[in-house]
């Protein structure tokens, strides 16, 4: 079986059914073998807050050094990034292989007429992968209730009710009572449930079990958010009967204070976690869709809130935002209060209401009904994608735009941010004649670009090119979710006429018609050295792996690096802790007292200064005392390091790794390497880039040998080109690196292979080169110039 069949399979089940209850998921969990047995399972149930509290839980468990699964709904994009272990998604071979295994049983339960739902049959993956990997604690977020969902065919060691308000009465009762009763439910055996409900549904909840409350005051755990750290981050303080923490959540609003409550108390009661850990884990915290902020000029802002109690939060939490007029892109489901959600908003200038692309979502005429004397203007929009585009063109500097009213239409309008253009080929190729040059054929600028699009927007752009006398490839094959793989091919002045044509004629692509332009116009270049620059590492360590004890006087170092830069070296890459595997931790004043005099000694360098380091209080220090960069292997660990280098308008070298120092036993299985770093390096880029750094001040490392093997490295450089879709610059750190022991022979001289991917990255574009030995490849570079003259 294919990935593409089994993802089918899983996508084409019933969605819903007229049968309760947990027996259908057992009995697939004991086809399975009872995967859940050995991990400790933590249930989050609510009507609100589930999300974002198993998403802190997960943070906060992982600051402790454990192994975390979590299992989300819904899913933005793709199935997959509902069942995680470690922030990474279930891969597809064990998808592959799960419904291989759970077909008979399947079949089983279908001649009982009994077959499952998609819900069920993928809590079982999330169970099964769960427990086959390992984990130490896997976090459920349940469905729906609490009683019947297929999240309690496992018994948890905690659980918790985040919050209750009116929802699915259909299925759980008429009132609040009856609601917080069914959820409660969850409870586990051994252990109060932790709750975040008050009033009315705090006291049904108690008549079902013991419970440990969470709140702004008179509760057991006492969470408030007590001020705005920044437009993107909040201060809590958070404080148990004899423990207390005080952090910055990147979850803004009372609520999310009150969710990190809930979170840092089932850590509590799983694995004792320090509160250290606690509160570092709370503040790396993140949650796509949930109050998310992603431009400024106007402000951007994504909200899945989609029911009233959700948008009363959201209303609380846009009210300490200045901006003159509301634009709000709406799409909501048909079975929502859609009035109440409307009423609960502050006064909006424009409604942009749109439908997202699903058969159960609310037509237009109903949401114009609900915004009837709520907005000043109400303007109907096909598509989530087109009418977000609309709403950011229709808003001044200082305006705000909101989508909200449901995931499903965040997810769309997220493409706009996530997209990326990933060059597959380009180069010079026999072409045509081309109107105003010789009557010759002539060779031609000719580019392959591969996206995921919606089917609309896939069928639009189609046929826009195929006009232009280009090509444009599709397949819904292996591509996630709703996506149409798309692939995009032809000469530059195609592919620019494209542009043109698509950017205002709807559909939302035009964002695609800038990121077509931008492939063809190249990434910036960060550090304005035209050609691939070469940064050369000076390591003032006593245990790096090739230099250590060298340079680790500041007479040496300084002397060391004057040598490189008369070698050829660009830019000085100042480390004062080793990455390699096994290195000790080196504390942050031993580490500055280690890097920043060596940076004020190369004060009058004829170079850039870079700062080797993943700890923003080492970073700030050094930035201050002249250094440009910031070379960050951790890629943003700590969550204040993006706000440090803002500060100082520096430049940011943004590594992909699993570890630093690398952590052999710290292993991941790629789908495909390159799109899974291109990924995560998408998402990191945009954390920067919230903090107040500009996309063109960053360079990007995809990592080669921070969690991945030989292979895998060497796949990252051979597509080096591909990196360009991110809009950064490119960086490879591949010098002397044991990705190249079994290409070296018996000699274990690790330096000619070095040279050899030197050339090869200056010829896929990448903009610098860290490397150790400067004069060799400087001199390879030298070469490939050469080779580009005319």
């Keep these: 079986m294919q990935y593409h069949e089994a993802a089918d399979y899983l996508e084409s089940l019933q969605r819903r059914r007229p049968k309760l209850g947990t027996e259908t998921t057992a009995r697939m969990l004991s086809h399975l073998g009872e995967p859940q047995t050995g991990v400790d399972v933590v249930q989050v149930a609510g009507s609100n807050g589930k999300g974002s509290t198993s998403r802190l839980l997960e943070h906060a468990l992982r600051a402790a050094g454990l192994d975390v699964g979590v299992f989300t709904s819904p899913g933005l994009n793709d199935f997959r990034e509902q069942v995680r272990i470690n922030g990474t998604a279930v891969p597809k071979a064990r998808v592959t292989d799960f419904v291989?295994?759970?077909?008979?049983?399947?079949?089983?339960?279908?001649?009982?007429?009994?077959?499952?739902?998609?819900?069920?049959?993928?809590?079982?993956?999330?169970?099964?992968?769960?427990?086959?990997?390992?984990?130490?604690?896997?976090?459920?977020?349940?469905?729906?209730?609490?009683?019947?969902?297929?999240?309690?065919?496992?018994?948890?060691?905690?659980?918790?009710?985040?919050?209750?308000?009116?929802?699915?009465?259909?299925?759980?009762?008429?009132?609040?009572?009856?609601?917080?009763?069914?959820?409660?439910?969850?409870?586990?055996?051994?252990?109060?449930?932790?709750?975040?409900?008050?009033?009315?549904?705090?006291?049904?909840?108690?008549?079902?079990?013991?419970?440990?409350?969470?709140?702004?005051?008179?509760?057991?755990?006492?969470?408030?958010?007590?001020?705005?750290?920044?437009?993107?981050?909040?201060?809590?303080a958070i404080t148990g009967p004899d423990w207390a923490l005080e952090t910055n959540l990147q979850l803004l609003g009372q609520h999310q204070a009150e969710n990190a409550g809930v979170a840092a108390t089932l850590a509590r009661q799983v694995a004792d976690v320090d509160t250290g850990d606690i509160a570092a884990g709370l503040r790396q915290a993140t949650l796509p869709g949930r109050f998310e902020i992603l431009d400024s000029d106007p402000t951007a802002v994504l909200d899945g809130s989609h029911n009233p109690g959700a948008m009363v939060t959201l209303a609380s939490v846009?009210?300490?935002?200045?901006?003159?007029?509301?634009?709000?892109?709406?799409?909501?489901?048909?079975?929502?209060?859609?009035?109440?959600?409307?009423?609960?908003?502050?006064?909006?200038?424009?409604?942009?209401?749109?439908?997202?692309?699903?058969?159960?979502?609310?037509?237009?005429?109903?949401?114009?009904?609900?915004?009837?004397?709520?907005?000043?203007?109400?303007?109907?929009?096909?598509?989530?994608?087109?009418?977000?585009?609309?709403?950011?063109?229709?808003?001044?500097?200082?305006?705000?735009?909101?989508?909200?009213g449901s995931l499903y239409a965040v997810a769309e309008a997220r493409d706009?941010?996530?997209?990326?253009?990933?060059?597959?080929?380009?180069?010079?190729?026999?072409?045509?004649?081309?109107?105003?040059?010789?009557?010759?054929?002539?060779?031609?600028?000719?580019?392959?670009?591969?996206?995921?699009?919606?089917?609309?927007?896939?069928?639009?752009?189609?046929?826009?090119?195929?006009?232009?006398?280009?090509?444009?490839?599709?397949?819904?094959?292996?591509?996630?979710?709703?996506?149409?793989?798309?692939?995009?091919?032809?000469?530059?002045?195609?592919?620019?006429?494209?542009?043109?044509?698509?950017?205002?004629?709807?559909?939302?692509?035009?964002?695609?018609?800038?990121r077509i332009r931008r492939a063809i116009d190249g990434p910036p270049d960060p550090l304005g050295t035209d050609d691939t620059a070469v940064m050369g590492i000076l390591n003032v360590t006593p245990d790096s792996f090739h230099d250590g004890g060298e340079y680790d006087e500041v007479a040496a170092a300084v002397e060391h690096a004057r040598a490189m830069v008369a070698a050829g070296a660009d830019v000085i890459d100042v480390g004062g802790e080793s990455t390699r595997p096994g290195a000790d931790p080196v504390s942050v004043p031993e580490e500055i007292d280690r890097v920043v005099p060596v940076i004020e000694a190369l004060g009058d360098l004829d170079a850039a200064i870079s700062v080797d380091t993943r700890k923003a209080a080492v970073a700030e220090p050094a930035l201050d005392a002249g250094a440009d960069i910031v070379n960050d292997v951790s890629g943003l660990s700590d969550p204040e390091m993006r706000f440090v280098v803002a500060d100082h308008d520096a430049t940011l070298v943004l590594m992909h790794s699993l570890s630093a120092p690398v952590d052999p036993d710290c292993t991941r299985e790629y789908d495909d390497v390159v799109e899974d770093v291109l990924r995560d390096l998408s998402e990191q880029v945009l954390l920067a880039q919230r903090a107040g750094i500009e996309r063109e001040q960053i360079l990007v490392d995809p990592g080669c040998g921070f969690g991945k093997d030989a292979d895998e490295s060497f796949e990252l450089v051979d597509r080096l080109a591909e990196f360009e879709a991110l809009g950064c610059g490119t960086m490879v750190g591949h010098s002397q690196k044991s990705m190249f022991a079994d290409v070296t022979g018996p000699s274990d001289d690790r330096l000619p292979p070095t040279l050899a991917v030197t050339a090869m990255a200056a010829e896929r574009g990448v903009d610098v080169v860290r490397v150790h030995d400067v004069v060799e490849n400087a001199a390879v570079l030298r070469s490939v110039d050469a080779t580009r003259e005319p």
């Design 416 to 514: 706009r941010w996530t997209r990326l253009l990933v060059p597959r080929d380009s180069g010079r190729t026999p072409g045509e004649h081309v109107s105003g040059t010789a009557s010759f054929p002539e060779e031609i600028d000719y580019r392959v670009l591969t996206t995921y699009l919606r089917p609309d927007q896939a069928a639009h752009i189609a046929g826009a090119l195929d006009v232009l006398g280009g090509d444009c490839h599709q397949s819904t094959t292996g591509a996630p979710g709703e996506f149409v793989t798309t692939v995009l091919s032809g000469t530059e002045r195609q592919l620019s006429s494209l542009a043109d044509a698509i950017e205002t004629e709807g559909h939302g692509l035009s964002n695609v018609a800038g």
């Design 100 to 236: 291989e295994r759970i077909d008979p049983c399947l079949d089983r339960l279908a001649a009982d007429g009994d077959m499952p739902t998609h819900f069920e049959v993928l809590t079982a993956l999330a169970v099964d992968h769960f427990g086959r990997a390992g984990v130490d604690v896997a976090i459920l977020e349940v469905g729906i209730g609490g009683r019947y969902d297929a999240t309690s065919a496992v018994d948890p060691v905690a659980s918790a009710v985040t919050s209750v308000s009116l929802e699915h009465t259909d299925l759980l009762g008429d009132t609040v009572e009856e609601i917080a009763r069914d959820k409660a439910q969850v409870a586990p055996t051994d252990t109060p449930l932790v709750t975040g409900a008050c009033g009315d549904a705090l006291a049904a909840i108690r008549t079902e079990t013991d419970v440990v409350t969470v709140g702004p005051d008179d509760a057991d755990v006492v969470a408030v958010e007590s001020g705005m750290r920044c437009a993107i981050e909040s201060e809590v």
């Design 318 to 404: 846009l009210a300490r935002f200045e901006y003159d007029d509301l634009h709000v892109v709406f799409g909501v489901m048909s079975d929502k209060d859609h009035d109440s959600m409307v009423d609960e908003l502050p006064p909006v200038g424009t409604a942009f209401v749109t439908r997202p692309d699903l058969a159960r979502a609310a037509d237009l005429d109903t949401l114009v009904a609900a915004f009837d004397g709520n907005a000043d203007e109400v303007t109907r929009v096909p598509s989530v994608p087109e009418a977000t585009e609309r709403a950011l063109s229709a808003a001044d500097p200082d305006d705000f735009v909101l989508v909200t």
